[in-house]
């Protein structure tokens, strides 16, 4: 199971790199929109070249969403972002344009993550149209009384049923409970906020032991 960091703070993806557990980054607008101090000078340029710094600290894929609607936009948007680095993944939502531009991307041999599936269907589609990633949201999903842990279920049956290659990102991680539901179900990713990456190597009976143990080691000298 591969886990990836969902943030775009560099300081979270250098400690989360630093652990030696992390194999990819996304991110998209909001996640952005925390990191910049000031946004009335936080240009296009400015966010291309945050995605290039962190393209420096980690060798994985990395999601820049579009922030465009048109098929035609997103293209143009996705060429460029896609022309930062080789990791860069370009993140488009499951919209029919969206489809769209993932279907050309595809073809183009440029990586993509089809965000904001919230549907089995959007998933086969995302698959169908050669989406390199699909990103269901458990959290939001679950937000809302529906079972976010269930769609991813039903999409890696799919796509096992039929054998296609888009890995599955499980994302809108709220808990550690999420990322054991999600490696027990089999979903290839889980794209996780830095505080529960940190959560997930926490155990009360870890620092119990570990606490006796540095009491008992006391007794020996130096
Ligand atoms: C990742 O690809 C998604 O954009 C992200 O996990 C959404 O998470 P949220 O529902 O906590 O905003």
Same mark, same amino acid.
């Given at each position: 199971?591969?886990?990836?960091? /969902?943030? +775009?703070?560099?300081?979270?993806?250098?400690?989360?790199?630093?652990?030696?557990?992390? @194999?990819?980054?996304?991110?998209?607008?909001?996640?952005?929109?925390?990191?910049?101090? /000031?946004?009335?000078?936080?240009?296009?340029? @400015?966010?291309?070249? *945050?995605? +290039?710094?962190?393209?420096?600290?980690?060798?994985?894929?990395?999601?820049?969403?579009?922030?465009?609607?048109?098929?035609?936009?997103?293209?143009?948007?996705?060429?460029?972002?896609?022309?930062?680095?080789?990791? !860069?993944?370009?993140?488009?939502?499951?919209?029919?344009?969206?489809? #769209?531009?993932?279907? *050309?991307?595809?073809?183009?041999?440029?990586?993509?993550? &089809?965000?904001?599936?919230?549907?089995?269907?959007?998933?086969?589609?995302?698959?169908?149209?050669?989406?390199?990633?699909?990103?269901?949201?458990?959290?939001?999903? /679950?937000?809302?009384?529906?079972?976010?842990?269930?769609?991813?279920?039903?999409? !890696?049956?799919?796509?096992?049923?039929?054998?296609?290659?888009?890995? !599955?990102? !499980?994302?809108?991680?709220?808990?550690? %409970?999420?990322?054991?539901?999600?490696?027990?179900?089999?979903?290839?990713?889980?794209?996780?906020?830095?505080?529960?990456?940190? %959560?997930? &190597?926490? *155990?009360?009976?870890?620092?119990?032991?570990? #606490? #006796?143990?540095?009491?008992?080691?006391?007794?020996? #000298?130096?």
């Amino acid at each position: 199971m591969k886990f990836f960091i /969902d943030t +775009a703070s560099l300081d979270e993806i250098r400690a989360a790199a630093e652990l030696g557990v992390l @194999d990819g980054v996304t991110t998209n607008p909001s996640l952005i929109a925390k990191i910049v101090r /000031d946004p009335s000078n936080f240009t296009y340029s @400015d966010f291309k070249e *945050h995605i +290039a710094k962190i393209c420096d600290i980690v060798d994985g894929p990395v999601s820049a969403e579009v922030t465009t609607l048109k098929a035609e936009e997103m293209i143009a948007q996705g060429e460029d972002l896609a022309a930062i680095h080789e990791n !860069v993944v370009v993140k488009c939502p499951l919209t029919v344009d969206g489809l #769209k531009a993932i279907r *050309h991307f595809s073809q183009q041999g440029i990586r993509t993550n &089809a965000t904001l599936v919230f549907s089995p269907n959007q998933a086969l589609l995302a698959a169908k149209a050669g989406a390199d990633y699909v990103s269901p949201f458990v959290g939001r999903l /679950d937000d809302i009384s529906t079972d976010g842990m269930g769609l991813v279920e039903q999409i !890696v049956t799919m796509y096992d049923n039929y054998g296609y290659l888009t890995e !599955v990102i !499980v994302a809108s991680v709220r808990h550690p %409970q999420h990322v054991v539901e999600a490696s027990m179900i089999g979903a290839d990713i889980a794209t996780i906020p830095y505080p529960v990456i940190r %959560q997930l &190597a926490n *155990h009360p009976l870890t620092d119990a032991g570990l #606490k #006796k143990f540095m009491e008992d080691a006391a007794v020996m #000298k130096r």
